[in-house]
């Protein structure tokens, strides 16, 4: 990463490097604060909306003032990515938007009043590779053992990080994770940082909204390229058992928008000709996701 690229920071715009927030930061003492990450396609914001939806939602389930409108959040993005466009010429980027309940004595109860820590950068999006689109990627699993509030987008993300490392640790690209309930299980959550779907018979299936899944932007994105698709689609309960049976199994986020699974903990995923490789429900929601970002970019 380049620390000569331009960021925001509580009012004012800077190199990376010259970026400081005080030591005192509950986001940096606690991990006190929500984030966002907010494709950029050619320059132009995708879903932003949906993005500040979900941020102002995490913002409020922790109890922090949103200290912007939309119209600031909207032109400092923009700024930043002009900034990044104009410095290196990168075309397709990602904003990542951070916002802590600010500085204050250590102390676990939330003070009132004080003025939230508000840092936005921008980088070169890291989309997958064609290999990864082409053969698919592998994955491992792991009981979930993150906290129960995974409805957030707390900057907390110690669990997603030691996730992500066991994902790492065996050549993978995800870690897939499953949590007891309250009626057995283990039933799906979510990855380390992805969403995560199965196909079975067709139709697209993904976990319920609950507070141990992060109401992905691209839940209702695939929702809506379904609908345009002609292909099913429902949130259920899905067993480890339903994963491992499926006929496809999907990652999506911000950066690797939908991409195929086709190998979880060494096996191969789908049965017959398509076995160990991606499937035509990927292949459809690839494309018709292509074809939105032309369209839902502001």
């Not at 109860?109 to 508000?118: A, I």
């Not at 490392?165 to 690209?173: E, I, R, T, V």
């Not at 899944?213 to 292909?231: A, D, F, N, P, Y």
């Not at 099913?232 to 199994?249: F, G, M, Q, T």
Request: overall charge negative; aromatic content about 8%; charged content about 25%.
């Amino acid at each position: 990463m380049s620390m000569d690229r331009l960021c925001y920071l509580n009012g004012a715009y800077k190199p990376l490097a010259l970026a400081q927030v005080s030591v005192l930061d509950r986001g940096f003492i606690f991990g006190d604060g929500i984030y966002e990450v907010v494709p950029v396609y050619g320059r132009k914001l995708f879903r932003f909306d949906e993005h500040l939806a979900r941020l102002e939602r995490s913002l409020a389930k922790v109890r922090i003032p949103d200290p912007c409108t939309r119209e600031q959040w909207l032109e400092r993005c923009r700024k930043l990515v002009a900034a990044l466009y104009e410095g290196e010429r990168v075309e397709d980027q990602v904003i990542y938007l951070q916002v802590t309940r600010g500085v204050a004595p250590r102390d676990h109860v939330m003070p009132e009043g004080l003025t939230p820590t508000v840092f936005m950068m921008c980088n070169p999006m890291k989309a997958p590779t064609a290999e990864q689109r082409h053969h698919g990627v592998a994955c491992t699993t792991a009981r979930d053992f993150r906290w129960e509030r995974g409805d957030i987008k707390s900057v907390s993300l110690l669990g997603n990080v030691l996730a992500r490392q066991m994902s790492a640790d065996h050549g993978a690209l995800e870690t897939i994770m499953f949590r007891e309930g309250p009626h057995g299980g283990p039933w799906l959550t979510e990855a380390s940082g992805s969403n995560v779907w199965i196909v079975k018979d067709g139709a697209l299936l993904g976990p319920p909204k609950s507070e141990h899944v992060l109401e992905g932007i691209r839940v209702e994105l695939l929702h809506e390229l379904c609908e345009e698709e002609g292909i099913a689609y429902n949130l259920k309960p899905i067993s480890e058992a339903d994963v491992r049976a499926a006929d496809e199994v999907l990652l999506t986020s911000a950066t690797k928008e939908v991409l195929p699974v086709t190998r979880i903990d060494g096996d191969a995923v789908g049965h017959g000709a398509l076995r160990g490789r991606p499937g035509p429900v990927y292949s459809r929601l690839y494309e018709a996701y292509q074809r939105a970002k032309s369209l839902q970019s502001i």
